[in-house]
């Protein structure tokens, strides 16, 4: 049976800065781009392992304290940055990796996003980026 990480304690980071608290969703995909190696011969498209192209996408309440989201954000619109993510609080591990994209870009940031009795809440994407993985 396969492992499975119920997820009560994630870890995120974005320029250093724990967001942790008021992070409420977080994908990471690893991507590598594809490069056609066909060539004449071949009767089928081969393909090699390009560029990396990865992204990282987070959902986030939308807060302007002091050191809170919206503060830790606007600074980074149009520049690159680190974030992180691991599935607990734990040590780095085989089961609790640290995903790290460094020199992620944050094209856009929503600066307000509102509706009545509801907290605000905001989705935003970092492109591109080295994608590592730390175990120990």
Same mark, same amino acid.
């Given at each position: 049976?396969?492992?499975?990480?119920?997820?009560?304690?994630?870890?995120?980071?974005?320029?250093s800065v724990?967001l942790t608290?008021?992070?409420?969703? #977080? $994908?990471?995909?690893?991507? +590598?781009?594809?490069?056609? =190696?066909?060539?004449?011969?071949? @009767?089928?498209?081969?393909? /090699?392992?390009?560029?990396?192209?990865?992204?990282?996408?987070?959902?986030?309440?939308?807060?302007?304290?002091?050191?809170?989201?919206? #503060? $830790?954000?606007?600074?980074? +619109?149009?520049?690159?940055? =680190?974030?992180?993510?691991?599935? @607990?609080?734990?040590?780095? /591990?085989?089961?609790?990796?640290?995903?790290?994209?460094?020199?992620?870009?944050?094209?856009?940031?929503?600066?307000?996003?509102?509706?009545?009795?509801?907290?605000?809440?905001?989705?935003?994407?970092? =492109?591109?980026?080295?994608?590592?993985?730390?175990v120990v």
């Open positions: 049976m396969a492992t499975t990480t119920y997820l009560s304690n994630p870890v995120v980071t974005v320029n724990a608290g008021w992070c409420t969703a #977080a $994908t990471v995909n690893r991507v +590598v781009e594809s490069i056609d =190696t066909t060539s004449f011969g071949s @009767t089928a498209r081969e393909y /090699s392992g390009g560029l990396q192209n990865n992204e990282v996408t987070m959902s986030l309440f939308l807060t302007y304290g002091a050191s809170e989201v919206y #503060a $830790t954000l606007k600074a980074l +619109v149009g520049t690159r940055t =680190t974030v992180t993510l691991k599935a @607990t609080s734990a040590a780095n /591990s085989a089961t609790n990796p640290l995903h790290t994209i460094t020199g992620c870009y944050l094209e856009a940031l929503p600066v307000l996003q509102t509706t009545v009795g509801e907290m605000s809440q905001i989705d935003i994407t970092f =492109t591109g980026g080295a994608y590592t993985e730390v």
